[in-house]
């Protein structure tokens, strides 16, 4: 299999070079104009327009949708992905899998794509835990992040990846959502 490098810094729209800035739910919630609850149900790996990045696309067929009316689906965008054999590498984007339940927050690119808000920060799976109830997880993906203000990392983008992030239960999550988007004036 070929692989390519991508230019993740011209590529994926303006990320700083050294750098992602770690985001507060509510500002995840804030920057989304699209927010729902669904369950990946196909993805598919395509060049764009210009033939030049190689995009993964994931139908989410929408089980609750929190705000930006996405209808019953909505397909979400992200760098990178295998073509014809030529594989596209964007180290630290997040991974959108077949079958995954998932709370999304997303934004519209000047080209007409969705993305997930803060480079895989707005991708939340849903997952069971020991007793059997469902909660949420922020994605793990292999990104340094800093908190603004915070001291720089020493090295840009990895595909390390972070400790995961604690769960909450999901009932509590979408509370929780709900409440930050009636702050702000709803839907």
Known sequence: MYRLTAALFALAGGLSAATIPQMELSEVVERSPRIVQGRIVRTWAAWDAAHKAIWTHAEVEVARDLRGNAGKTITISELGGVVDGIEMRAPGAPKLRDGE???????????????????????????????????????????????????????????????????EPLDSFLSRVEALLAREGGR
């Not at 997952?127 to 292999?142: N, P, S, Y």
């Open 101 to 167: 339940e998932v709370v999304v927050f997303s934004y519209a690119t000047p080209g007409g794509l969705w993305r997930l808000r803060g480079w895989g920060q707005g991708k939340y799976r849903v997952e069971r835990d020991a007793a059997g109830r469902q909660v949420v997880r922020r994605e793990d993906f292999g990104a340094r992040m800093v908190k603004p203000g915070g001291p720089a990392p020493q090295a840009a983008l990895t595909e390390e990846r972070h400790t995961a992030e604690p769960t």
